[in-house]
């Protein structure tokens, strides 16, 4: 009886050990991010969510000199999002996580539910601020006001260091159900 229980903890304790070799991926939180090398991935990817780097928006007398801006250091996270977008702004580390966890919200109602995913246009100005968004695709008015509810919330862009100057930039954000 006694070899029977010692043989049961022993399996136990394997099958722990196992699981913590190898965790299911539902850990920390984590922005995909690329490697030290020269090429980018041009997008970042984080649970349900994407965001990629479009084409400039900026006029050319549209900009920002590094000494007018409020600068902060940057996290690795940080540092490896700005470069994978191959961007002068860093969206703060939290940003992403934040968005992450108004998907529920966004997608709550029957007209949104049918919704796989919303594709948004996210207009960053030369101070790092969001300065406006458009909604790409049909989505209906109480999907577009949550989204504008979200979007108020977002934290501004940090410069990242070594830029002469700071432009507008336009972000294409989709976040799935």
Not at 13 to 42: H, K, V
Not at 156 to 164: I, L, M, R, S, T
Request: proline letters at 5%; glycine letters at 6%.
């Amino acid at each position: 009886m006694q070899k029977m229980l010692l043989f049961k903890r022993l399996i136990a304790c394997a099958i722990w050990g196992f699981a913590m070799t190898f965790p299911n991926g539902n850990g920390d939180a984590r922005a995909q991010q690329n490697s030290e090398s020269a090429e980018y991935l041009g997008f970042v990817q984080f649970q349900r969510l994407t965001i990629h780097k479009l084409l400039s928006v900026a006029h050319s007398e549209d900009f920002s000199r590094p000494e007018e801006l409020k600068r902060s250091p940057l996290s690795q996270l940080e540092e490896n999002n700005a470069k994978n977008l191959n961007s002068h702004w860093a969206w703060p580390e939290q940003t992403l996580e934040m968005i992450d966890s108004y998907s529920p919200f966004l997608f709550r109602t029957k007209k949104s539910q049918e919704l796989d995913e919303v594709k948004i246009l996210l207009d960053v100005n030369s101070k790092g601020r969001v300065s406006g968004f458009e909604v790409l695709g049909e989505v209906d008015k109480g999907l577009k006001e949550r989204l504008d509810h979200m979007i108020r919330k977002l934290p501004d862009c940090k410069p990242v260091p070594g830029y002469e100057n700071y432009r507008s930039e336009r972000f294409e954000l989709t976040i799935k159900k």
